[in-house]
């Protein structure tokens, strides 16, 4: 099994900052692109940023220039660094790992973290 677990969400003023980690454990060998996705209320889930094994990162329009996503390798962690939260930034944020598996036959598999609330207040 594969697990992803997320922390470091909660309530903020608008204008403060968060950092959001997901750390994957499990029978890995190693892990292909992680990253962060959000889901507002009545909204579908919608990406915020990945990160490949290799450190090349892409970002939504909504989230340039105020997150920053990173990662671990040696930990299996991924992290997402939030600067001047707005309240529209407010949602559950999921961490989303693609991970060869350590196991026979070896294969490639998808999995997600089980969310973590950000609230951003006015």
């Known amino acids: 099994q594969v697990q992803l677990v997320e922390s470091g969400g909660g309530l903020v003023q608008a204008g403060g900052s968060l950092r959001l980690s997901c750390a994957v454990s499990?029978?890995?060998?190693?892990?292909?692109?992680m990253g962060w996705y959000r889901q507002a209320p009545g909204k579908l889930r919608e990406l915020v940023a990945t990160?490949?094994?290799?450190?090349?990162?892409i970002y939504a329009d909504p989230v340039k220039g105020r997150f920053t996503i990173s990662r671990d390798n040696a930990k299996n962690t991924v992290y997402l660094q939030m600067y001047s939260l707005k309240p529209e930034d407010t949602a559950v944020y999921y961490c989303?790992?693609?991970?060869?598996?350590?196991?026979?036959?070896?294969?490639?598999?998808?999995?997600w973290g089980q969310g973590t609330q950000v609230t951003v207040s006015s």
């Open positions: 989303n790992a693609d991970v060869n598996r350590g196991i026979w036959p070896p294969r490639r598999e998808d999995y």
């Open positions: 499990g029978s890995i060998s190693s892990i292909n692109t």
């Open positions: 990160i490949t094994s290799g450190g090349r990162t």
